[in-house]
């Protein structure tokens, strides 16, 4: 229905709701964005944990951008031929200069949470070539010898979506 949460508190939808089915009471704010969302975060959470663990032969990416309110977010996927990827972590790293230390870090972080810290499922790391991540490249090769790099050259798009 791609509705916001707040709209659970709009004396409408209310009135509509209770016309709909005058017995139901309609969830607050507070618990649609607290109780059911970390509950269901954490239900996917576990079912991804269980995915992800079954696999053998996943591909590391991991990449940084800048969203709209200009942070500094980098994002952490496993990724496997033919079945969807798995988000690991979104760190944000705003305040925090994007060094390799800094984001080598960040995915162990997302490699820990998801128990995969051993590396031992990866067989591969893919990035972009910015000089940041090539050093990241390295202390990653140097920690998890196995895994092979791989790097992407940036794609420019045309102005409208480049921003």
Do not use: C
């Not at 995915?107 to 051993?118: F, I, Q, V």
């Amino acid at each position: 229905m791609n509705l916001p949460f707040h709209l659970s508190e709009n004396w409408y939808f209310r009135d509509f709701l209770h016309d709909l089915h005058p017995l139901y009471t309609s969830p607050s704010l507070y618990v649609i964005s607290h109780s059911i969302m970390d509950s269901e975060a954490a239900r996917v959470h576990l079912e991804e944990l269980d995915r992800v663990k079954e696999s053998k032969k996943l591909t590391y990416l991991i990449d940084g951008w800048e969203d709209l309110l200009k942070r500094s977010i980098y994002g952490s996927v496993a990724a496997e031929v033919s079945k969807y990827p798995t988000v690991l972590s979104l760190e944000d790293m705003t305040g925090n200069r994007a060094t390799a230390e800094g984001i080598m870090t960040a995915g162990e972080k997302a490699m820990r949470e998801m128990d995969l810290l051993s590396g031992k499922i990866f067989i591969a790391i893919t990035t972009d070539n910015p000089t940041v991540m090539q050093a990241f490249q390295r202390k990653f090769q140097s920690k998890y010898f196995w895994v092979l790099v791989r790097h992407f050259a940036q794609i420019l798009l045309p102005e409208p979506y480049n921003t």
